[in-house]
């Protein structure tokens, strides 16, 4: 059964190739690597005899929800199985990975839940608080963590987002949808680690766009449920 990870990477290159580097290091690796080069600066130089890796290299920033969707796609035509997505900037331990493929033998998606034991910035602590409220309240869901970018996807679940236009905060529309059409799933804990270099890109004006943003989406959902 064919499995692929997939990295998005936006101007986060010396990142994605020291999280590469760690996936060389598995003892068992039985999945080929997307990596969906969202307009950065400078390609990402990596190379390994081991690793199946596919480069797609964009000429600008179209955003998470583009490139996610994208992979998905593409993982559908050369006929993946399993999709599993982390990021780019070493957050995600990619030792987790094996578990999210094997988990997916038997659930439709998997989710990450993210234990955190460093300080990070207000703003996007605040951001992800809000959005757990308003999303648990209006969908009668119970997650912690609707914006953590590690995820897994079987081909039902990947054929359902091929057909949904995502926007540029996909994580939690991913999760009402599928939780919508009542689908399977199970949530794993992951230990977020830190960034391996830089900062994040969370900032005031970024955490209250991705509020908005997802808010003005549940907007639409409901709309368009009730038409249907």
């Not at 994040?200 to 639409?220: A, K, W």
């Amino acid at each position: 059964m064919k499995n692929l990870l997939f990295i998005p990477c936006y101007n986060d290159n010396k990142n994605c190739e020291q999280i590469l580097n760690e996936i060389h290091k598995l003892s068992n690796v039985n999945f080929d690597i997307l990596i969906i080069n969202d307009g950065s600066q400078n390609q990402i130089k990596f190379k390994s005899k081991s690793l199946k890796l596919i480069f797609i290299n964009l000429k600008n920033n179209f955003g998470i929800g583009h490139c996610m969707k994208m992979a998905i796609v593409f993982a559908i035509k050369n006929n993946y199985k399993k999709i599993c997505r982390i990021d780019s900037d070493g957050e995600h331990d990619p030792s987790y990975i094996e578990t999210i493929f094997y988990k997916l033998n038997k659930k439709d998606f998997i989710i990450g839940e993210r234990n955190i034991y460093y300080k990070q910035k207000f703003f996007k602590t605040l951001s992800k608080k809000v959005l757990n409220i308003i999303i648990n309240k209006i969908f009668n869901l119970k997650f912690n963590d609707y914006n953590c970018g590690m995820m897994g996807l079987n081909l039902n679940s990947m054929q359902i987002i091929s057909r949904t236009n995502l926007i540029n905060y996909p994580e939690p529309q991913i999760i009402i949808e599928l939780c919508g059409r009542k689908l399977d799933y199970e949530k794993i804990n992951i230990n977020q680690r830190k960034r391996y270099y830089g900062d994040s890109s969370i900032h005031f004006f970024r955490g209250l766009d991705f509020i908005l943003v997802t808010f003005f989406f549940i907007l639409n959902y409901i709309m368009n449920k009730k038409n249907d």
